[in-house]
């Protein structure tokens, strides 16, 4: 009879530790394809968008990397080098979002309102999501090396009644 765990890692994309920057890169270019169809669609009449709506995807894309990423992390073999590596990969897509949203939208993040600290938050956020995941990570492979035995007893003095 096979594990529930070699069937979950077998069958679940999230079971895996994918490269940051390959997540990213895919990320961006789903991002890029979203803002690059609101302005067609907006260019031709079809919706209503704002002006803003490409710095809206770009930190909507920037959580959705954060969320996976966070995930992917506890699948991870070396968790230092794969944060770091995350870190960089963050990074780069929030840059990278960041140029094709004042690119597509024409307007740089100061004039699209309070996106400037959207994405501040959203870095704070991925920051925390991370470093709790690595925690967990690094809590579970230390309770599965130690041996749990029944814990010592200690002699203690009986209290004096007052």
Known sequence: MEDIREVYERSSFLAKAYNPFHVSG???GVSALVMLGGKLFFLMGWLGVSQSFPWLTAASFVLVYAIFNSVFTLSSKNLDRY???SILAFLALVLVSGVLARLISGMPMDEAGTYKWIFFVLSFC??????????VKRIVAYAQREEWNQPRLRYRKPRRKI
């Not at 999501?129 to 690595?134: D, L, Q, V």
Request: aromatic letters at 12%; zero cysteines; charged letters at 5%.
């Open 126 to 135: 991925y920051l925390v999501f991370i470093s709790i995941m690595g925690l």
């Open 26 to 28: 895919v990320v961006a």
């Open 83 to 85: 944060m770091g590596r």
